[in-house]
């Protein structure tokens, strides 16, 4: 990402551990560019926690990010971390609403770098409507991180007519999904790995708050559950919703959205897109009345325009996945047995 934000004049240019003492080196680190960057009336009480007031039933969730390298084709850990609890409030329903922003860096840290996580941070939290409302940040010795860890806590008021669980998935649901799968993953690895495509793959790290919100709007109590298939892939949500609901589901190759080169990277490599990260897409299972309506939707907002049906929840093989092969063939699709790219997010 191109800077947008002039980084401040320092008299320093690398973190050391005196901007984790809670003194004067702290206090220029916050002042100069935390605060000023991300000014608003919660986070220029500079105090401990922020007071606010919200009706209605709320949603809660927290992440930490520690993805390596912090900087990768099509975005860095800074919009990330907002991005991915920003996406996580709206996987339950909810308009995000506020953020803590947790910082981790690592004695070395050059403040160029840190300031453009900032000022990414920045810009997803105005895309996504958000805003930071209170935060930490720790220094650690050299080689006790790894440059900078983030953690961020979110809360965020339940749309109205969301009715998003689990327990609401039935027997005939589709399952809809918002676009090509399997970029986030291959882009991490193609740049820690070193690996030259044709094309430059990038992470699909996204804001879906908003896309969340108009399907909501539109379709309220018909979209029975929400979830973006971030570390483990598709396969592993479906597993868990097929787990967890002792229903079965059913999937086509031929409808799974997957860019090109993605799939021919990840031909190469020997991996299955639907094991691989996403961080810009999600998945809802909806009352087969809606699929075609909510499909069109989809394709019309820009965060969706690749969104396609790829299956459907049967009473058959409960707690189990097929896949309808391209070739006419049946397999299982398992829950995968460990990390195939560690630290994604």
């Keep these: 990402?191109?800077?947008?934000?002039?980084?401040?004049?320092?008299?320093?240019?690398?973190?050391?551990?005196?901007?984790?003492?809670?003194?004067?080196?702290?206090?220029?680190?916050?002042?100069?560019?935390?605060?000023?960057?991300?000014?608003?009336?919660?986070?220029?009480?500079?105090?401990?926690?922020?007071?606010?007031?919200?009706q209605g039933p709320l949603a809660f969730s927290t992440d930490s990010y520690v993805v390596s390298p912090i900087f990768f084709p099509g975005g860095n850990i800074g919009e990330l971390a907002v991005n991915g609890t920003v996406n996580d409030l709206a996987m339950c329903g909810a308009i995000p609403r506020y953020l803590s922003l947790a910082f981790i860096l690592e004695e070395g840290l050059m403040m160029q770098d840190f300031w453009e996580i900032l000022v990414s941070i920045k810009f997803a939290?105005?895309?996504?409507?958000?805003?930071?409302?209170?935060?930490?940040?720790?220094?650690?010795?050299?080689?006790?991180?790894?440059?900078?860890?983030?953690?961020?806590?979110?809360?965020?008021?339940?749309?109205?007519?969301?009715?998003?669980?689990?327990?609401?998935?039935?027997?005939?649901d589709r399952i809809l999904i918002s676009g090509n799968i399997a970029a986030h993953g291959i882009a991490i690895l193609s740049l820690r790995q070193g690996?030259?495509?044709?094309?430059?793959?990038?992470?699909?790290?996204?804001?879906?708050?908003?896309?969340?919100?108009?399907l909501l709007d539109q379709f309220g109590?018909?979209?029975?559950?929400?979830?973006?298939?971030?570390?483990?892939?598709?396969?592993?949500?479906?597993?868990?919703?097929?787990?967890?609901?002792?229903?079965?589901?059913?999937?086509?190759?031929?409808?799974?959205?997957?860019?090109?080169?993605?799939?021919?990277a990840c031909e190469l490599l020997g991996l299955d897109p639907l094991y691989v990260a996403n961080e810009g897409i999600f998945m809802a299972f909806v009352a087969p009345e809606i699929a075609d309506a909510a499909l069109e939707m989809l394709r019309a907002d820009e965060n969706g325009v690749e969104a396609?049906?790829?299956?459907?929840?049967?009473?058959?093989?409960?707690?189990?996945?097929?896949?309808?092969?391209?070739?006419?063939?049946?397999?299982?699709?398992?829950?995968?047995?460990?990390?195939q790219l560690p630290r994604i997010c």
């Design 1 to 54: 990402m191109e800077l947008q934000c002039p980084m401040p004049q320092l008299d320093f240019e690398v973190i050391t551990l005196g901007h984790g003492s809670g003194g004067l080196l702290t206090n220029k680190l916050l002042e100069t560019g935390v605060f000023n960057l991300l000014k608003n009336e919660y986070l220029d009480q500079h105090h401990d926690g922020a007071t606010f007031s919200l």
């Design 125 to 172: 939290a105005e895309r996504a409507g958000v805003q930071i409302v209170t935060g930490d940040t720790k220094v650690v010795e050299r080689g006790k991180g790894d440059k900078i860890f983030i953690n961020t806590s979110g809360i965020g008021t339940l749309h109205p007519q969301a009715q998003i669980s689990k327990s609401r998935v039935q027997v005939g």
């Design 195 to 214: 690996l030259q495509f044709d094309s430059e793959i990038q992470s699909d790290t996204v804001n879906l708050n908003h896309t969340v919100a108009r």
């Design 221 to 264: 109590e018909k979209i029975h559950l929400l979830h973006d298939p971030t570390r483990g892939g598709v396969a592993t949500v479906l597993n868990e919703m097929a787990r967890d609901t002792r229903l079965g589901v059913e999937i086509w190759q031929k409808q799974l959205p997957v860019a090109e080169d993605v799939y021919g």
């Design 308 to 339: 396609a049906i790829i299956g459907e929840v049967v009473a058959a093989h409960p707690k189990q996945v097929i896949l309808h092969s391209s070739i006419g063939g049946k397999r299982v699709v398992n829950m995968p047995l460990g990390e």
